[in-house]
């Protein structure tokens, strides 16, 4: 972990800066992540940013690179597990006004912020009769979290409407990449580098309402149906060439098996929901458990589709 000694030593600029202009932002010191998790676990962020100007995120990500030290980005939390211990690095939440416009830039192209939600992206597109996100409906979170991992859902994923992303490197510089020079693969983001998601331009096609509605009521249907809805991170493991995860966890017999305060599903093996009570190294037990006996019987090795933040033990 960055000690206090050493973040007030590294950080304490950050803090005169945004106290100095409290407009671009607001930093925290000794944060519990967990209010900010689907899991509702984890521990400490030494040192919490929540940044509303672009100025702002450049003057903590430029700073950041500077004194080599390393920074994280939070969406929603609907996909991370962050340990018991905390993270090493300096979190930042694009929760400003930058971050969240929505702006049409043609009849089907609109440029959004990262920190705007798939579920206002869906009401825009249905009131405008736009088609290309109605499949994704139902999973959490914001554009820039989407994009990070690819998310997908009923064979489509976010990448195939991608126009343009906009990010800003760990050296604070900012650039527009064109969809010709973007390669995603299965819930693998293009950006493995730290780059910071700040906009992307979506491209949709034309449609009508109902067609669109009934996609969403369809979608809405199946998710229902099939995925749990206590807390959770969504589909912890990706899926494997040859069987869906959690087609092979049911099988292996994790269906409800607890460790303390997190249990696998019982509607979906390849989630895991917690309770009050529920604590990271729970959740992070299940997944070695998980994982150690897919490799034992099966020869198959789990990766992970959440992110992990920190480490199980310290």
């Known amino acids: 972990m960055i000690s206090s000694i050493e973040t007030d030593n590294k950080c304490s600029f950050l803090f005169d800066y945004f106290a100095d202009n409290p407009y671009e932002g607001l930093i925290q010191s000794k944060v519990n992540l967990a209010r900010y998790t689907s899991f509702k676990t984890g521990g400490n962020a030494q040192v919490l940013c929540d940044i509303y100007t672009l100025k702002g995120l ?9 004194n080599n030290i390393p920074i994280k980005i939070l969406g929603f939390g609907t996909d991370v597990l962050v340990s018991d211990y905390g993270v090493d690095a300096v979190v930042i939440r694009l929760t400003g006004k930058d971050f969240s416009e929505i702006s049409k830039i043609d009849d089907t192209q609109y440029k959004i912020g990262s920190r705007v939600s798939l579920q206002k992206i869906i009401s825009i597109t ?28 009923f064979g489509y994923d976010i990448s195939q409407i991608l126009e343009s992303v906009t990010v800003m490197s760990l050296d604070a510089g900012i650039e527009t990449i064109p969809a010709e020079k973007l390669f995603f693969g299965y819930r693998k983001g293009f950006f493995e580098n730290g780059e910071i998601i700040i906009e992307a331009v979506l491209k949709f096609s034309k449609s009508t309402y109902g067609r669109i509605n009934k996609i969403l009521t369809d979608v809405r249907s199946q998710r229902k149906d099939k995925f749990p809805h206590s807390r959770s991170a969504g589909c912890v493991f990706k899926n494997t060439q040859n069987i869906h995860s959690g087609e092979l966890i ?9 460790v303390g305060g997190a249990k696998v599903s019982a509607k979906h093996a390849n989630f895991i929901v917690t309770s009050e009570g529920a604590e990271s190294r729970h959740i992070f037990e299940l997944i070695r458990l998980i994982k150690q006996k897919a490799k034992m019987e099966f ?14 033990n310290e």
């Not at 450049?58 to 500077?66: A, E, H």
């Not at 020869?299 to 199980?312: A, M, V």
């Open 299 to 312: 020869n198959i090795i789990l990766e992970p589709e959440i992110k992990i933040w920190g480490h199980e």
């Open 250 to 258: 049911d099988r292996m017999g994790f269906k409800n098996i607890a």
């Open 58 to 66: 450049k003057t903590v990500v430029g700073f950041c690179f500077d």
């Open 126 to 153: 249905l009131k405008n009769q736009m088609s290309g996100v109605e499949w994704l409906c139902g999973i959490p979170g914001s554009l820039g979290g989407l994009i990070s991992l690819n998310a997908g859902a």
